[in-house]
């Protein structure tokens, strides 16, 4: 398993409308996963990451607090495959527990939890997307000498992306 930082979400236009959740190689390669997402689960996620509490529970957060009524507690999300396109996920309870679950779900309930989220290698060696990023700012907020020139670059990939090139590949 690969450990991963959860960058975020983005809205890859134009070719969809659907906002994709990007985890990112903490190490090595450093490579990105891009796995699309519902905007329900988008949202769910900026708000965990931003630490929101809300009056009554949501589900992922429903799902935590069930956990640990019943005396378990999340040790880490994995990313486990990519089956005909659709990711899959477990979550990872102490004492060895694994939950099958939607990568969004897991992922925000990891970030809730604080826990680490990892990614399989084979997932990566799929549908890994490498790019240059500088510094240690990896979604721009910071500008660096070249920054628009950097940007009209991402843009012209992100215009060449097809959906196909995340789908299965013959060996």
Avoid: C, Y
């Amino acid at each position: 398993m690969v450990p991963v930082n959860v960058e975020g979400v983005a809205l890859v236009a134009p070719w969809s409308t659907s906002p994709v959740m990007l985890l990112r190689e903490l190490s090595g390669r450093q490579r990105w996963l891009p796995i699309v997402i519902g905007a329900p689960e988008a949202e769910a996620l900026v708000t965990a990451q931003a630490k929101v509490n809300h009056p009554r529970p949501t589900t992922v957060e429903l799902i935590g607090e069930v956990l640990a009524v019943f005396g378990h507690r999340l040790a880490r999300v994995q990313v486990t495959k990519l089956d005909n396109g659709v990711f899959h996920a477990d979550l990872v309870l102490d004492k060895g527990v694994r939950i099958s679950a939607r990568p969004s779900d897991a992922v925000v309930l990891g970030v809730r939890a604080d826990v680490p989220v990892e990614v399989d290698e084979g997932v990566f060696d799929e549908v890994g997307v490498e790019f240059e990023v500088l510094g240690d700012d990896p979604l721009g907020t910071a500008t660096p000498p070249d920054a628009e020139e950097q940007v009209a670059e991402f843009r012209e990939l992100l215009d060449h992306l097809d959906p196909e090139d995340f789908r299965d590949r013959p060996s």
